[in-house]
């Protein structure tokens, strides 16, 4: 089993954080994130939370630490399996990530 280079292991860094980011708090996502958590697509904070609300869930899509590992894992996984298609396919991603990154950064919003 082999390594990636540090360029690579950058690479695959920056698309696991992409991922995550649009699986736990991207808002094209918002609506099929509510629906595994089971909360109304039209809920706003303050209201009563549904019974049927599915807190850990949530918890664990939100989480950084949580999620975030098995984004990384799967694309570790994924590289290892097919490394040159999981590069290939890594790096708009990371190159969307890089693009957040800098506008949260360098031009934040006022």
Do not use: Q
């Amino acid at each position: 089993m082999s390594v990636p280079s540090p360029w690579t292991a950058l690479l695959l860094i920056a698309a696991a954080y992409r991922i995550w980011r649009l699986l736990s708090e991207d808002v094209i996502l918002d609506w099929p994130r509510r629906k595994v958590v089971r909360l109304p697509y039209r809920w706003e904070e303050g209201e009563v939370i549904p019974p049927n609300y599915r807190a850990g869930l949530a918890e664990f899509i939100s989480c950084p630490w949580c999620l975030g590992f098995h984004v990384c894992w799967i694309l570790w996984l994924c590289w290892v399996l097919w490394p040159t298609e999981t590069t290939f396919l890594s790096t708009p991603l990371a190159f969307s990530a890089a693009v957040g990154i800098v506008r949260v950064k360098l031009d934040p919003l006022e």
